[in-house]
C-alpha cells in the first residue's frame, strides 16, 4: 500500500532521454511529469504526433502519455520489490515513440523504495528445548528475519519481550542482515516454569516503521535437579500413650518437581535409633508413619525421628518428625511408708508424728496429681507436708486400753479421668505406759470370821484389776498400816501379794475384838508405778466358846450365900435372883435359868429368863427349913453351855432360928480349904486392887486408849442386864454383826457420828463398864459410816466368804 503520494520528480534531458524518479506504488494515472514539456514539444500538436510509450525488455507498460497535457501518467502498479528485488537501484526503462517525424526518446522511471513491507520471520513459531541445566551465557540463535525493503526500510533492530530469563543479542552480519541470538541470562527451573514463550520483534527503519513479530516456544527440559522436598520441614503430631499397635501416627509426604525417576519419591528413616526402628515403621511408598511397638509416656514422652525422602537419583530431602506422646492416666498412685514409728506410745500428745508417707503416681499434670486421704473415724489425719509427702498425725489422744492397735487405710486418688486409685494399710500399734492404776472390784470388803478360828487359813480375798499391759499391768497387794489396836496389822493378817488372798495369822477372839480394818495396797509394777487401796473391815463373829458364869450366887458354893426367905412369904414372892453372864454375845449370851434340883420341887420357880426364884405356893409350917435349890444356867448357843450353882435358901424370919446354919452351909473337909481360899482371894484381891490402881492411873495419862478386854466379871451392874447389853441400846439381847444395820440406820451418819464423839467427850468417867461401851462404839464408829455408806450407795453388799 501507499503511505501517501509522495515523489520527486526529476527529469534530466540528455540527447532526448528523459530521466524521472518516482516512488514505487504510485497510483494508477498519477502524473510523473510532462513529457512534452521536458522534450521540448509542441502540445498542441501532440495527438499529431501520436506519441506511445513502448517498452522493451519489458513486456509491460507502466506509464503512458496524455495526449492534450503531454503528462506522463502512472498506468500500471509499480512494485519495486517485485521489479528490482533487493538491487539497491532499480530503472524502468520506456520508450515514447513519436511520429511526424519518428522520434524516439527514452524514458527511464527510477523507482524508489518506499517502506511498504513489513519484517517478516520465516515460521510463526521459533521452537527451542533448553535443558534447565543449561548455563547462564548460552546462546541460541534465532531466525533472521525478512524485509523485501532495502536500505532503511529493512531490518534494523530487533526486540525481545522482558522477561526474567533471556536477554537479546542481536548482531550484524557481514554479509547478511541482522539476526539475533537469545542470551540465557539466568538458569532456568523447569519446576517453575515448564516452558517460557517470548514474543521477539523484528522493526524496519522505514517511516513509520514496521515490524514483524515471531513467538519464541522456550521448552525447559528437565534434569533432575531437586531433591524431594517434604510438605512439612517439621511434622508435629501427638500420639496418646498406649495407642493400638498399627495407629498410623501420620502420613509423610515429599513432592520432587522433577520428572519420572527423578521424581519418584521413596520414604525412610534418616538416623535413627534401633530401639525406635521397633516403636515405628515407615512405609517406603506411601510415607505412612505407624506405631508397631508399645508407647509409654512415662518411659518417653516425646520422639524426635529423622526422615528422608529419596528420588530415582538418589537425591534426598530430610524432615522431622516430632511425636508428642500424649499421657494417658495408666499409673496408679504409689503409696509408700516413708518411715512409721510403731509403737505410739499412748500418751503421745495430739499432733505426734507417727509415719510419713509418700505418694507417687508416674503420671503427668492432672493424672499424676494425687489427693490421699484417710478413712475417717480414725484418730488420725493425714497432713500435707512438701510435695508429695504426708504426715500422719495422731488428732487426739490415744488410748492403748481401748484400742491396742491401728490398721489404717490410705486412700490416693489421681485427678485423671477416670481418676486411678489405691490404698494402702498402715498397721502400728500402741504401747502401753503406766496410766491405769488398779482398781479394786468392790469399794470396800467385808470379811467375816469366826473366832477360834485356826491361823493361816483364808478369810476373805479382794481382787484388784489394772488395764495396763505385762507388768504396768501386774498387780501385787500388800497390807498397809497403820496398826490394829496397836498391834503391828501383820500379826493379825498376811495377804498373798499375787493372789490377793488374805490369810488369818492367829486366831481370834470375839470377846476380845469384834471388828478392825485394815488396808490393802493394790500397786502395778510399772515404773513409777501406780496404787490404789481399799479397806477391809474384819468382822469376828461369835462363837459360843464362853459358858455362863455365875455372879450370884457365889458358884463356890459358899454357905454364907443363904438367902432368907420369910415364912410369911406368899405365893410368888420374890426369894432370890441367879444372876449369871456369858461373854459370848447375841444367842449364845442369852441364858434361860432351870433348877434341875429341889429339896422340895414343887416350892421354888425360877424365871427362865430372869434367874428370879420365886415361891410356887405360900410357905407352910411343914416345909423343911432348909431348902436346896441346883439352878442351871444355859446359854442358847449351839452347843449350849451351862453352868450350875447351887442355892441355899433358909425358910426363917430369924436367923437365929438357924442353928444348924454352919452345918448347912459346909462341911467339916472344906472349911480348912475354905480358910485357904478366903486368905488366897484376900491377898489376890489386895493385889488386884493395886493394879487397878495403876491402870487407873496410867489410864489417867492415856484416856483415850481403848480398852480391849472385857472382863465379865469386874462389875455387878445395877440393873439386871449383863453390861453387854447395854451397848446394843436396849434394842434385844441378840447380838451379832448385823444387829448393827438395824441399829445405825436409825440416824443419818453425820449425828451418828455427832452423838458419839459428844457422847465420848461428855461422858467423863471411870465407870469401867461405860468406857468399854464408849470404846466399842469408838471401835465401831468408821465402820457404822461405811456400813451406813453401803446402805444408800449400794442395795446389795456382797460378803467376803467366811471361813474356818
Ligand atoms: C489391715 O486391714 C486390711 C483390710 O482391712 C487387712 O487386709 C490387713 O491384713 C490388715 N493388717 C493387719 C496387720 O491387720
Ligand atoms: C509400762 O509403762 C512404761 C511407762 O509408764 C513404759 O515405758 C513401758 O514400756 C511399759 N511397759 C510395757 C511392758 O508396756
Ligand atoms: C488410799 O487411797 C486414798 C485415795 O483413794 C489416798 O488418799 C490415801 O493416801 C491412800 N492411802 C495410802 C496409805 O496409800
Given at each position: 500500500?501507499?503511505?501517501?503520494?509522495?515523489?520527486?520528480?526529476?527529469?534530466?534531458?540528455?540527447?532526448?532521454?528523459?530521466?524521472?524518479?518516482?516512488?514505487?506504488?504510485?497510483?494508477?494515472?498519477?502524473?510523473?511529469?510532462?513529457?512534452?514539456?521536458?522534450?521540448?514539444?509542441?502540445?498542441?500538436?501532440?495527438?499529431?504526433?501520436?506519441?506511445?510509450?513502448?517498452?522493451?525488455?519489458?513486456?509491460?507498460?507502466?506509464?503512458?502519455?496524455?495526449?492534450?497535457?503531454?503528462?506522463?501518467?502512472?498506468?500500471?502498479?509499480?512494485?519495486?520489490?517485485?521489479?528490482?528485488?533487493?538491487?539497491?537501484?532499480?530503472?524502468?526503462?520506456?520508450?515514447?515513440?513519436?511520429?511526424?517525424?519518428?522520434?524516439?526518446?527514452?524514458?527511464?522511471?527510477?523507482?524508489?523504495?518506499?517502506?511498504?513491507?513489513?519484517?517478516?520471520?520465516?515460521?510463526?513459531?521459533?521452537?527451542?528445548?533448553?535443558?534447565?541445566?543449561?548455563?547462564?551465557?548460552?546462546?541460541?540463535?534465532?531466525?533472521?528475519?525478512?524485509?523485501?525493503?532495502?536500505?532503511?526500510?529493512?531490518?534494523?533492530?530487533?526486540?525481545?519481550?522482558?522477561?526474567?530469563?533471556?536477554?537479546?543479542?542481536?548482531?550484524?552480519?557481514?554479509?547478511?542482515?541482522?539476526?539475533?541470538?537469545?542470551?540465557?541470562?539466568?538458569?532456568?527451573?523447569?519446576?517453575?516454569?515448564?516452558?517460557?514463550?517470548?514474543?521477539?520483534?523484528?522493526?524496519?527503519?522505514?517511516?513509520?516503521?514496521?515490524?514483524?513479530?515471531?513467538?519464541?516456544?522456550?521448552?525447559?527440559?528437565?534434569?533432575?535437579?531437586?531433591?524431594?522436598?517434604?510438605?512439612?520441614?517439621?511434622?508435629?503430631?501427638?500420639?496418646?500413650?498406649?495407642?493400638?499397635?498399627?495407629?498410623?501416627?501420620?502420613?509423610?509426604?515429599?513432592?520432587?518437581?522433577?520428572?519420572?525417576?527423578?521424581?519418584?519419591?521413596?520414604?525412610?528413616?534418616?538416623?535413627?535409633?534401633?530401639?525406635?526402628?521397633?516403636?515405628?515403621?515407615?512405609?517406603?511408598?506411601?510415607?505412612?508413619?505407624?506405631?508397631?511397638?508399645?508407647?509409654?509416656?512415662?518411659?518417653?514422652?516425646?520422639?524426635?525421628?529423622?526422615?528422608?525422602?529419596?528420588?530415582?537419583?538418589?537425591?534426598?530431602?530430610?524432615?522431622?518428625?516430632?511425636?508428642?506422646?500424649?499421657?494417658?492416666?495408666?499409673?496408679?498412685?504409689?503409696?509408700?511408708?516413708?518411715?512409721?514409728?510403731?509403737?505410739?506410745?499412748?500418751?503421745?500428745?495430739?499432733?505426734?508424728?507417727?509415719?510419713?508417707?509418700?505418694?507417687?503416681?508416674?503420671?503427668?499434670?492432672?493424672?499424676?496429681?494425687?489427693?490421699?486421704?484417710?478413712?475417717?473415724?480414725?484418730?488420725?489425719?493425714?497432713?500435707?507436708?512438701?510435695?508429695?509427702?504426708?504426715?500422719?498425725?495422731?488428732t487426739g489422744e490415744l488410748d492403748r486400753e481401748l484400742?491396742?492397735?491401728?490398721?489404717?487405710?490410705?486412700?490416693?486418688?489421681?485427678?485423671?479421668?477416670?481418676?486411678?486409685?489405691?490404698?494402702?494399710?498402715?498397721?502400728?500399734?500402741?504401747?502401753?505406759?503406766?496410766?491405769?492404776?488398779?482398781?479394786?472390784?468392790?469399794?470396800?470388803?467385808?470379811?467375816?470370821?469366826?473366832?477360834?478360828?485356826?491361823?493361816?487359813?483364808?478369810?476373805?480375798?479382794?481382787?484388784?484389776?489394772?488395764?495396763?499391759?505385762?507388768?504396768?499391768?501386774?498387780?501385787?497387794?500388800?497390807?498397809?498400816?497403820?496398826?490394829?489396836?496397836?498391834?503391828?496389822?501383820?500379826?493379825?493378817?498376811?495377804?498373798?501379794?499375787?493372789?490377793?488372798?488374805?490369810?488369818?495369822?492367829?486366831?481370834?477372839?470375839?470377846?476380845?475384838?469384834?471388828?478392825?480394818?485394815?488396808?490393802?495396797?493394790?500397786?502395778?509394777?510399772?515404773?513409777?508405778?501406780?496404787?490404789?487401796?481399799?479397806?477391809?473391815?474384819?468382822?469376828?463373829?461369835?462363837?459360843?466358846?464362853?459358858?455362863?458364869?455365875?455372879?450370884?450366887?457365889?458358884?463356890?458354893?459358899?454357905?454364907?450365900?443363904?438367902?432368907?426367905?420369910?415364912?410369911?412369904?406368899?405365893?410368888?414372892?420374890?426369894?432370890?435372883?441367879?444372876?449369871?453372864?456369858?461373854?459370848?454375845?447375841?444367842?449364845?449370851?442369852?441364858?434361860?435359868?432351870?433348877?434341875?434340883?429341889?429339896?422340895?420341887?414343887?416350892?421354888?420357880?425360877?424365871?427362865?429368863?430372869?434367874?428370879?426364884?420365886?415361891?410356887?405356893?405360900?410357905?407352910?409350917?411343914?416345909?423343911?427349913?432348909?431348902?436346896?435349890?441346883?439352878?442351871?444356867?444355859?446359854?442358847?448357843?449351839?452347843?449350849?453351855?451351862?453352868?450350875?450353882?447351887?442355892?441355899?435358901?433358909?425358910?426363917?424370919?430369924?436367923?437365929?432360928?438357924?442353928?444348924?446354919?454352919?452345918?448347912?452351909?459346909?462341911?467339916?473337909?472344906?472349911?480348912?480349904?475354905?480358910?485357904?481360899?478366903?486368905?488366897?482371894?484376900?491377898?489376890?484381891?489386895?493385889?488386884?486392887?493395886?493394879?487397878?490402881?495403876?491402870?487407873?492411873?496410867?489410864?489417867?495419862?492415856?484416856?483415850?486408849?481403848?480398852?480391849?478386854?472385857?472382863?465379865?466379871?469386874?462389875?455387878?451392874?445395877?440393873?439386871?442386864?449383863?453390861?453387854?447389853?447395854?451397848?446394843?441400846?436396849?434394842?434385844?439381847?441378840?447380838?451379832?454383826?448385823?444387829?448393827?444395820?438395824?441399829?445405825?440406820?436409825?440416824?443419818?451418819?453425820?449425828?451418828?457420828?455427832?452423838?458419839?464423839?459428844?457422847?465420848?467427850?461428855?461422858?467423863?468417867?471411870?465407870?469401867?463398864?461405860?468406857?468399854?461401851?464408849?470404846?466399842?462404839?469408838?471401835?465401831?464408829?468408821?465402820?457404822?459410816?461405811?456400813?451406813?455408806?453401803?446402805?444408800?450407795v449400794r442395795s446389795i453388799m456382797p460378803f467376803c466368804?467366811?471361813?474356818?
Amino acid at each position: 500500500m501507499f503511505g501517501f503520494a509522495f515523489f520527486v520528480l526529476m527529469a534530466h534531458t540528455t540527447n532526448g532521454d528523459v530521466s524521472y524518479s518516482i516512488p514505487e506504488e504510485m497510483k494508477r494515472g498519477s502524473v510523473i511529469g510532462n513529457v512534452a514539456k521536458d522534450l521540448g514539444l509542441d502540445v498542441n500538436r501532440l495527438s499529431f504526433r501520436k506519441p506511445r510509450i513502448d517498452t522493451e525488455g519489458n513486456r509491460k507498460r507502466f506509464c503512458e502519455i496524455k495526449l492534450n497535457s503531454g503528462e506522463l501518467t502512472v498506468a500500471e502498479r509499480i512494485d519495486r520489490e517485485a521489479l528490482c528485488g533487493k538491487k539497491a537501484s532499480c530503472l524502468l526503462n520506456q520508450e515514447l515513440v513519436l511520429e511526424n517525424p519518428l522520434e524516439l526518446h527514452r524514458l527511464i522511471l527510477s523507482i524508489d523504495d518506499i517502506n511498504d513491507n513489513s519484517p517478516q520471520f520465516k515460521q510463526s513459531i521459533i521452537k527451542f528445548e533448553i535443558s534447565e541445566s543449561a548455563d547462564k551465557g548460552s546462546r541460541y540463535l534465532l531466525d533472521e528475519a525478512q524485509d523485501p525493503d532495502i536500505g532503511v526500510n529493512s531490518v534494523q533492530s530487533y526486540m525481545l519481550q522482558n522477561n526474567d530469563h533471556f536477554l537479546l543479542s542481536v548482531i550484524t552480519g557481514e554479509n547478511r542482515g541482522k539476526y539475533g541470538e537469545l542470551v540465557l541470562n539466568k538458569e532456568l527451573d523447569r519446576e517453575q516454569q515448564k516452558e517460557v514463550t517470548l514474543i521477539l520483534t523484528a522493526v524496519d527503519g522505514g517511516t513509520p516503521p514496521r515490524s514483524g513479530t515471531v513467538a519464541i516456544h522456550v521448552t525447559v527440559l528437565d534434569a533432575n535437579d531437586n531433591a524431594p522436598v517434604f510438605s512439612q520441614a517439621v511434622y508435629k503430631v501427638s500420639l496418646p500413650e498406649n495407642s493400638p499397635v498399627d495407629t498410623v501416627v501420620v502420613t509423610v509426604s515429599a513432592t520432587d518437581a522433577d520428572e519420572g525417576q527423578n521424581g519418584e519419591v521413596t520414604y525412610e528413616f534418616g538416623h535413627v535409633s534401633e530401639s525406635l526402628l521397633e516403636i515405628f515403621f515407615l512405609d517406603a511408598i506411601t510415607g505412612e508413619i505407624r506405631q508397631t511397638g508399645p508407647i509409654d509416656y512415662e518411659e518417653e514422652s516425646s520422639f524426635e525421628l529423622s526422615i528422608q525422602a529419596k528420588d530415582g537419583q538418589g537425591l534426598a530431602g530430610r524432615s522431622i518428625l516430632l511425636i508428642d506422646v500424649v499421657d494417658v492416666n495408666d499409673n496408679n498412685p504409689i503409696i509408700i511408708i516413708k518411715s512409721l514409728n510403731s509403737p505410739v506410745p499412748e500418751n503421745a500428745s495430739p499432733g505426734t508424728e507417727v509415719g510419713i508417707i509418700n505418694v507417687q503416681d508416674r503420671d503427668s499434670e492432672n493424672n499424676g496429681q494425687v489427693r490421699c486421704s484417710i478413712q475417717q473415724n480414725v484418730r488420725f489425719k493425714l497432713v500435707p507436708s512438701i510435695k508429695n509427702y504426708y504426715s500422719l498425725v495422731t488428732t487426739g489422744e490415744l488410748d492403748r486400753e481401748l484400742v491396742s492397735d491401728y490398721n489404717i487405710t490410705i486412700t490416693a486418688t489421681d485427678e485423671g479421668s477416670p481418676p486411678l486409685s489405691s490404698t494402702k494399710n498402715v498397721y502400728f500399734t500402741v504401747a502401753d505406759v503406766n496410766d491405769n492404776p488398779p482398781v479394786f472390784e468392790e469399794q470396800n470388803y467385808r470379811a467375816h470370821v469366826q473366832e477360834n478360828n485356826k491361823p493361816g487359813s483364808s478369810i476373805c480375798s479382794v481382787s484388784a484389776a489394772d488395764l495396763d499391759w505385762r507388768q504396768n499391768g501386774t498387780v501385787v497387794y500388800s497390807l498397809l498400816p497403820p496398826d490394829v489396836n496397836s498391834a503391828p496389822v501383820s500379826s493379825f493378817l498376811s495377804i498373798n501379794a499375787d493372789t490377793g488372798v488374805i490369810h488369818a495369822m492367829r486366831s481370834f477372839d470375839y470377846e476380845q475384838l469384834k471388828s478392825f480394818k485394815v488396808l490393802v495396797l493394790a500397786r502395778d509394777n510399772g515404773s513409777p508405778p501406780l496404787s490404789s487401796n481399799v479397806t477391809v473391815s474384819v468382822f469376828i463373829t461369835d462363837e459360843n466358846d464362853n459358858t455362863p458364869q455365875i455372879l450370884y450366887p457365889s458358884p463356890d458354893g459358899n454357905s454364907f450365900m443363904t438367902e432368907m426367905v420369910p415364912k410369911s412369904a406368899q405365893t410368888g414372892s420374890l426369894v432370890s435372883k441367879v444372876i449369871a453372864v456369858d461373854a459370848d454375845s447375841g444367842q449364845n449370851a442369852w441364858l434361860t435359868y432351870h433348877i434341875i434340883k429341889a429339896s422340895d420341887p414343887g416350892l421354888f420357880s425360877i424365871g427362865v429368863h430372869s434367874g428370879e426364884i420365886r415361891t410356887q405356893r405360900d410357905l407352910s409350917e411343914s416345909d423343911s427349913m432348909k431348902q436346896n435349890l441346883i439352878v442351871s444356867v444355859r446359854d442358847n448357843g449351839q452347843p449350849s453351855l451351862s453352868a450350875t450353882c447351887a442355892l441355899y435358901l433358909l425358910i426363917s424370919d430369924n436367923l437365929a432360928e438357924v442353928p444348924e446354919l454352919k452345918d448347912m452351909s459346909h462341911d467339916e473337909s472344906s472349911s480348912k480349904l475354905t480358910f485357904y481360899l478366903i486368905i488366897a482371894l484376900v491377898s489376890v484381891s489386895t493385889f488386884f486392887l493395886t493394879f487397878i490402881i495403876i491402870i487407873l492411873a496410867v489410864r489417867f495419862c492415856r484416856r483415850k486408849k481403848p480398852r480391849l478386854y472385857f472382863d465379865g466379871a469386874v462389875a455387878i451392874p445395877s440393873a439386871y442386864l449383863p453390861p453387854n447389853y447395854a451397848e446394843v441400846d436396849g434394842a434385844g439381847t441378840l447380838r451379832s454383826a448385823y444387829n448393827y444395820d438395824a441399829y445405825l440406820t436409825t440416824g443419818s451418819r453425820t449425828s451418828d457420828f455427832k452423838f458419839v464423839r459428844s457422847y465420848n467427850e461428855g461422858t467423863m468417867t471411870a465407870d469401867m463398864t461405860l468406857r468399854k461401851t464408849q470404846s466399842s462404839v469408838d471401835d465401831l464408829e468408821g465402820l457404822d459410816a461405811d456400813i451406813n455408806d453401803s446402805l444408800q450407795v449400794r442395795s446389795i453388799m456382797p460378803f467376803c466368804a467366811m471361813f474356818g
